[in-house]
């Protein structure tokens, strides 16, 4: 059952950005993405849980949820869904998906602020629900 709605924001009619990072995925990702998610939005008091942390500085308002895959070689890719939650309300929206890679976010973090802030300001985007393939 899920206690939190997901939403992805579209920052242009038709453009869902982390939809297509999903798409461009290998299956592993994919399910490592999806059990991340499932797990956050089951979770009624998701601020306690590790895999979520909330971001500072400029980015304050912005979450990251971690989503960890292991290859077959053991090599670790650190993903991480960024989003933010709606206060007054269970929604929490995903502006994009980002690679963390030796501190630096692909892409960057600078990009879901600037979603978050235009979403919230009214000037650009709408949010739909997040649909898991």
Known sequence: MSIWRL??????????????????????????????????????????ASEVLALGGRYVGLYEVCIEVFSLDDRETHFRAIGAWRQDSRNFIL???????????EPPLERAFERKVAWEKGKKGEIYDHQFY
Request: a negative charge.
């Open 7 to 48: 939403m992805d924001y579209y920052p242009e009619p038709g453009l869902n950005p982390v939809r297509d990072w999903y798409e461009e995925q290998e299956e592993d990702v994919q399910a490592e993405f999806d059990f991340a998610l499932r797990a956050f939005i089951a979770n009624e008091d998701w601020t306690e």
């Open 95 to 105: 502006f994009l998906v980002s690679e963390l890679s030796e501190g630096q976010y």
